[in-house]
């Protein structure tokens, strides 16, 4: 044999020794486990044979733990770049079978290197996440890794789209992460996110708590909000990824991708007509409206099990990425609360990020009265979204189809607060409250029941209608439902240069 042909062969077993990970019984545990190796979750994320791997021969330096004996090359992270449809992406895919994905220093340089990679070239950053966080025998060394990784995390904020799937049991730096990235997905009945499992509760506070119920795909969807998408396997979580990236663009210098479709600009749906019921206490399904106007009637929603009293998520109007945030009447009315104000705000903060034109459906009684509410802080909480919308410099279109009450009126995208085109149905009604309790406060000493409800049929006469808020230019169109996409892309169209900076500063101050 050559001496080239050995210094290929010697390459080539190498190179196979990589892809070996922790071995084929933690594979098969993995397998077992419902779930699917790291490089194999690659392998369906992105497009056929477009994967590229980087530092595929990194090993750990540690030597503690009779660690020096114990090397596996690539420790624990495959990391690289490659596709998805033609687009660039970066990617790591943490291994589960190599000392449990957990993150050593060499690991954690890995990543750091496709972040920074990513950032030069403009691309987002896709984490497959699947690790029982800092390396144990690594000590401080992975957590000052850890910490290097949130620090360029922060960095890449608002840059690139970084997006994270859970892919099994993560905790400690493996939730932290994540945590700081744009939209974390995961799978049902295989992938767990907490600070520590339950086995450390039960040691502190004595409480006794499933791993499901403690960090599972369903509490984290629908309870505490840290996640933002759930897919029944892993097969479906990486074709959702797939699908949220085609809404969103490499970077924030760039424009969403364009999708060219079929769908006519001008269509109209008669359908749409019939949405809002003529009973304004009736509920509806704003997703309906949404599904209707969006092109070949895809909306791609975000949070769809948390703060179901508000709607988020992407669709496309003639081709373009929007931001849909809409009020919910057909839960809990719609009404603003804590859950929701935060939900919409770091939502419509993303899209401002990102060049995607917000599309606002308002059908909102206004903020949820009680003590509950106003101990958890609405009035901060509230004001998140008020300051989201209100900072956002992208096109804002705000469509009115029922109720506009109160303060959510002007946290609703209002013209007040920058909205570049306001529409109304016919169906709108905006006023400072409702006509029975407005009449209620100005009325109090009226007590003859005939009499008030011909002071509550007159107030809606006056103020349970769009044409107040229209008189004032407050409204700029008031249009029939079922022209509502033709009406919509036209005001996309109408704001594509937008052009809007706020006063130059260091950054604002949130309420958070
Ligand atoms: C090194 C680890 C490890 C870790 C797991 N392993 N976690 N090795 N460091 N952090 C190894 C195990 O020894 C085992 O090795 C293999 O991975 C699989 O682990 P199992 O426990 O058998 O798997 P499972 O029962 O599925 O439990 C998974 C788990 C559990 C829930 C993740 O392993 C666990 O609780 N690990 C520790 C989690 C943790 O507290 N991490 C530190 C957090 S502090 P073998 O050889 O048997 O296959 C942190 C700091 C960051 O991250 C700061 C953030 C602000």
Do not use: W
């Amino acid at each position: 044999m050559s001496i080239l042909q050995e210094k290929f062969d010697e390459f080539a077993r190498r190179s196979k020794q990589a892809e070996i990970g922790g071995g084929e019984a933690r594979k098969e545990k993995q397998r077992k486990a419902g779930k699917k190796t790291a490089r194999e979750r690659l392998n369906i994320l992105l497009d056929t044979n477009s994967f590229v791997e980087t530092d595929k021969f990194v090993t750990h330096t540690a030597t503690d733990f009779g660690m020096e004996k114990n090397k596996i090359v690539g420790d624990g992270v495959i990391t690289g770049y490659g596709k998805i449809d033609g687009r660039l992406v970066y990617v790591f895919s943490q291994d589960f079978t190599v000392f449990g994905g957990s993150l050593s220093r060499a690991n954690a340089n890995k990543i750091l290197k496709i972040m920074d990679l990513a950032m030069k070239a403009g691309a987002p950053v896709i984490g497959l996440n699947d690790s029982g966080g800092a390396r144990i025998q690594e000590g401080v060394a992975s957590l000052g890794g850890y910490a290097d990784i949130f620090y360029q995390n922060v960095m890449a904020s608002g840059v690139i789209p970084q997006i994270s799937a859970i892919l099994g049991p993560c905790a400690g730096g493996a939730v932290y992460s994540p945590a700081m990235t744009d939209f974390i997905m995961m799978t049902k009945q295989s992938s767990y996110m907490f600070v520590t499992g339950p086995d450390v509760i039960k040691t502190v506070t004595n409480e006794e708590v499933t791993k499901e119920e403690l960090g599972g795909a369903m509490t984290h969807n629908s309870k505490s909000g840290v996640a933002h998408l759930m897919a029944d396997d892993e097969d479906q979580a990486m074709m959702m990824l797939r699908e949220l990236i085609g809404f969103v663009p490499s970077n924030n210098m760039e424009d969403p991708p364009y999708k060219p479709t079929n769908d006519p600009a001008e269509r109209e749906d008669e359908s749409l007509q019939e949405v809002v019921p003529a009973d304004p206490n009736k509920p509806y399904d704003i997703k309906e409206i949404i599904e209707t106007v969006s092109d070949d009637n895809i909306f791609f929603e975000i949070m769809p099990h948390y703060a179901q009293n508000i709607v988020v998520g992407f669709g496309r109007l003639n081709g373009k990425t929007v931001g849909y945030v809409a009020n919910q009447p057909a839960f809990f009315a719609g009404v603003l609360d804590i859950n929701s104000s935060s939900k919409a705000a770091r939502f419509v903060r993303f899209c401002d990020a990102f060049n995607i034109p917000l599309i606002t459906l308002v059908d909102v009684p206004g903020f949820l009265p009680g003590t509950t509410q106003e101990f958890g802080g609405i009035i901060k909480h509230g004001a998140k979204l008020l300051y989201a919308f209100s900072e956002a410099t992208v096109p804002k279109i705000t469509l009115i189809t029922r109720k506009a009450y109160g303060g959510a009126y002007d946290v609703m995208n209002s013209k007040h607060i920058g909205a570049d085109y306001n529409f109304a149905y016919p169906t709108a009604e905006i006023a400072v409250m409702g006509a029975a309790g407005a009449v209620n406060i100005l009325y109090r000493k009226v007590t003859d029941l005939e009499e008030k409800a011909k002071i509550v049929e007159d107030y809606k006469q006056k103020f349970a209608n769009p044409y107040k808020a229209a008189e004032l230019g407050y409204i700029d169109e008031i249009i029939y439902p079922k022209e509502t996409r033709k009406k919509l892309i036209q005001a996309l169209e109408m704001t594509k240069n937008k052009n809007k900076q706020n006063p130059h500063k260091k950054h604002g101050n949130i309420p958070l």
